[in-house]
Every structure is written in structure tokens, then in C-alpha cells.
């Protein structure tokens, strides 16, 4: 894999990671929001900032992604989105203060060995 390859599927996973805690974020503002004034889920999110970022974020990323599968074959490409899931548990632990067990951080722990395994194991 060439250094522009990696760089653009590490970006599509980045961005789409980015946008995943984007969304997240600003739903629960807007679910908290029609909770409390009664108004509908569906207008606030529409209308929350963090969603609509979020929204174009995840189809940037959706862009990088098809960029990528260009490039990249799908069985080196798609285990990098376990990268993906590793940067969402440490953001919505430390940035959305949500809880995580033991065990979730060695599921992410096993699934970022499994990611290095496929890097690596391409290259020889």
C-alpha cells in the first residue's frame, strides 16, 4: 500500500469516526431539547448545528471511503474500520463521558491487534 493510500484510508476512517461522535453529541442536545419543549425529534435534529456538521462530515468520509476502495483492496481497506470503532470507545469515553468497562476496552484492545496483524501481514 503506498503512503497516499494509507493516508487517505486513515483519513476516511478519521473523518467518519469524527462525524459518528458529531451525531452522537448533537442528538442527545436535540432529543434532550424536544424532551423538553415537546417539539418533534426529527425538526430538532435537523436543526441542531452538531448534527448537520456531522452529517456532512460522515459524507466527506463516505467520499474518502469510495476514494479508498479504489485504491486499496477491500481486504486490506475494511479492517481498518475496527480502527474506527477503537477512536469512537475512546471519544465517547473521554469526550462524551459515557461509560466503558473492562471488557470493552479489551474487545478494542483484540481488535486493534487484529488490524496490525492485516497491516503487517499484507506487506510480507
Not at 456531522?54 to 481497506?77: D, N, Q
Amino acid at each position: 500500500m503506498t503512503l497516499p493510500s494509507l493516508t487517505l484510508l486513515l483519513f476516511a476512517v478519521f473523518s467518519s469516526a469524527a462525524g459518528q461522535i458529531m451525531l452522537k453529541h448533537g442528538m442527545k442536545a436535540a432529543a434532550t431539547t424536544a424532551e423538553r419543549t415537546g417539539g418533534s425529534l426529527a425538526v430538532r435534529a435537523a436543526t441542531t448545528p452538531w448534527v448537520v456538521v456531522g452529517l456532512a462530515v460522515f459524507a466527506v468520509s463516505a467520499v474518502a471511503w469510495m476514494s479508498t476502495l479504489a485504491r486499496v483492496p477491500l481486504s486490506i481497506a475494511y479492517p481498518f474500520n475496527a480502527l474506527g470503532y477503537l477512536l469512537i470507545v475512546l471519544a465517547g469515553s473521554t469526550l462524551l463521558h459515557e461509560r466503558t468497562s473492562v471488557w470493552t476496552w479489551a474487545g478494542s484492545l483484540l481488535v486493534v491487534i487484529g488490524l496490525v496483524t492485516v497491516f503487517y501481514g499484507q506487506r510480507n
